[in-house]
């Protein structure tokens, strides 16, 4: 794992708590809430690059780490991005079952389907023949 992320002389503690609860939760919010408003996920990714500056000022000031680390900035947006894309997905999918619910059904917490259409893509509407 060291040679993923340097941890320094705080141990991986400080990475769970900083990178994934504090930075993964901001993440979280951060992509539902740019569901909510309707925008592309394209967004997502340029949202995350903020998120990532912060938790990385935020192992530097609050633990003396190094600020501009090209391969701990790459795992901070890394989490980001995961935990910031589950929360999209899972408003997404809400939205577009409750939204255009006569056209899809929800399929899974981050997925949805075509009414009348499996998730497999066998059509249950179509006339059978013969």
């Not at 990178?19 to 569901?35: D, E, K, P, Q, Y």
């Not at 990532?52 to 501009?68: I, K, Y």
Request: hydrophobic letters at 50%; charged letters at 15%; proline letters at 5%.
């Amino acid at each position: 794992m060291s040679q993923l992320y340097d941890f320094g002389d705080n141990g991986p503690w400080v990475f769970v708590l900083i990178t994934c609860l504090l930075g993964g939760a901001a993440a979280f919010v951060s992509g539902r809430a740019i569901a909510q408003t309707w925008r592309p996920f394209w967004q997502v990714p340029v949202y995350m690059l903020g998120i990532a500056a912060c938790v990385r000022f935020f192992h530097f000031s609050l633990f003396g780490e190094v600020l501009l680390s090209p391969k701990n900035f790459a795992v901070d947006f890394t989490v980001a991005l995961a935990a910031a894309s589950a929360g999209y997905r899972l408003v997404r999918a809400g939205q577009m079952a409750r939204q255009y619910g006569w056209l899809f059904r929800r399929a899974g917490p981050f997925g949805w389907h075509r009414v009348g259409v499996r998730p497999s893509g066998s059509d249950t509407t179509s006339p059978r023949i013969g």
